[in-house]
């Protein structure tokens, strides 16, 4: 295994420029062959995806009743005061993400046209954001309506070209101008909402200079919500001495923005050794009533400092654990014992207004797919860590022949480039979908690291 310095400036290098020269699609928080899973998944009323599914269509935001309240000048002071038609927006995104997953699940077009409805309301109405929380809004609410926006773009028919067309409009001259400097000395929840709402904005808009900003925001931007200052390295969060609400949504957005991340062949789960996994395990075992190390932790500019570790809001847990559970523990192999234990207290995962929720439902065994994948005969990545490596014509050559059962269950350490074009390794372990033990990994433990 590479050293953790060398690791890093791999993954810099192929962070930057970005490494892929197509977007997949869709390809926010779930790509198309997760979804299928789900949907079997319900159509069999297995479990946990049942209960799961039941507790979405029992949410107000997934009823067909639904009215959305699209206002032209959204105002939102701090700490959301005043509030015009602020909550509005916020609880339009929820809705909006819950017909599009609806939709994705169940098959039923009336949650597809509810999603569309909502999309088209407010991309016709919405001309400001303003006060000072206006940027805070655009980073939480925008992951709502990006991933619905995605899964309405290239899996339904009924959002016709012109209605799509002013959507992009929306981002680029009213989201965007209010995120893309971030806000890099507030508390590092603030700008992790908006690096997983511009790499969202960036794989909607095809546009990978805004995608790439949002990446290297999360990597080595000078601000409390970049990885390297919102999680330390014995997993202490920035907020964790603020309270656990925001320690749990500054997290949840890095983990969005991870999953955007590895579905666009780009590993920020795996930045600075897992740092974010870390975090997710440190605030676990505390939320749990479990005793942690906590040292004073001063942002970045010196403005919070934090001395002791918050009680406020501790036990209440956001639904932000299916997915980094998922991606850590069955994608990589590591151990997340407190993680798994949140999970076996809460779920199935509900819905909460300033995360994509719903994890058990979407996330909860969902097949194991390279980072990247798309289609299986592009979706490839060459290990850069002593294997041999093949040119990019033999790597296709190769893949082109392969039953595509297989090529999605490869596994992958890490990433690399060879004539601007990603291959793959021809000597890597495969396994079929009948057989996914991935021989090439092992189990991995988070216990001990950083003390």
Known sequence: MLPLRMSTVLLMLCLLPRCIAAFVHPGMLHNQGELDFVKGRLQAGAQPWKAAGDKLMADPKGSLA?????????VRGAY??????????????????AHALLWSVTGDEAHARKAVEILNAWSGTLKSITDHDAMLLVG???QMFLNAAEL??????GWNDADQERFRGMLRTIYYPLIK???????????ASMIQTMMAMGVFLDDTAMFNRGVNHFLTGQTNGAIGFYVNTFGEVQESGRDQAHTQMGLGFLSCAA??????????YGALDNRLALGIEYTAQYN???NVRYEPYRSIDGKYNYTSIATSGRGDFRPIYERVYQHYHVRKGLEMPFTKQVIDRIRPEGGHLQHASWGTLLYAG???YPMGYGNPAISIRMRPNGFSRTSPEEAFKVVSNMDPEKVRYLGFFGLGVSDGIQAFDVQGKISTMENKQRESSRPLSLEGRGK
């Open 259 to 268: 999953e955007i991340g590895w579905k666009q062949g780009v590993d920020l």
């Open 366 to 368: 969902v097949p194991v």
């Open 288 to 290: 749990l009533g479990q």
């Open 80 to 97: 959301n005061n005043p509030d015009l038609g602020a909550s509005d927006m916020e609880k339009d995104g929820g809705a909006v993400y």
């Open 152 to 157: 309405m773009r290239h899996t339904y028919n």
């Open 181 to 191: 400097d971030f806000f890099p000395t507030a508390n590092g929840n603030w700008d």
């Open 140 to 142: 939480m609410a925008g």
């Open 66 to 74: 639904w009215i959305p309240k699209p206002r032209a000048n959204v």
